[in-house]
Nanobody, 117 residues
């Protein structure tokens, strides 16, 4: 089982980044997918979630209207489009797959996003 994030980097405030997460080794369409982030000295927080079919999404208030989560079940990919980035968005971003009905969950290793001038 693997979840591999990519697309992080250094970006100036107001700019955009698109994170990607490639999944393998499990039945992707059975899992709800989420992006979390963890800033230095802070707890990991939930950023966005998308259901198995991709028709329902939820966002943290801090990113609502700026971030968009999406998935491609044919490619086993999940994405996080991040617009109007702010310095407080600086964190390591992780993707997660959860199948609550059977109690399975997987995590990626994370990708660093730094928003700074």
């Amino acid at each position: 089982v693997q979840l591999v994030e990519s697309g992080g980097g250094l970006v100036q405030p107001g700019n955009s980044l698109r994170l990607s997460c490639a999944a393998s080794g499990f039945t992707f369409e059975n899992y709800a997918l989420s992006w979390y982030r963890q800033a230095p000295g802070k707890e990991r927080e939930l950023v966005a979630t998308i259901n198995r079919a991709g028709g329902s999404t939820n966002y943290a208030d801090s990113v609502k209207g700026r971030f968009t989560i999406s998935r491609d079940n044919a490619k086993n990919m999940v994405y996080l489009q991040m617009n109007s980035l702010k310095p407080e968005d600086t964190a390591v971003y992780y993707c997660s797959a959860v199948w609550r009905a059977v109690g399975l969950s997987y995590w990626g290793q994370g990708t660093q996003v730094t928003v700074s001038t």
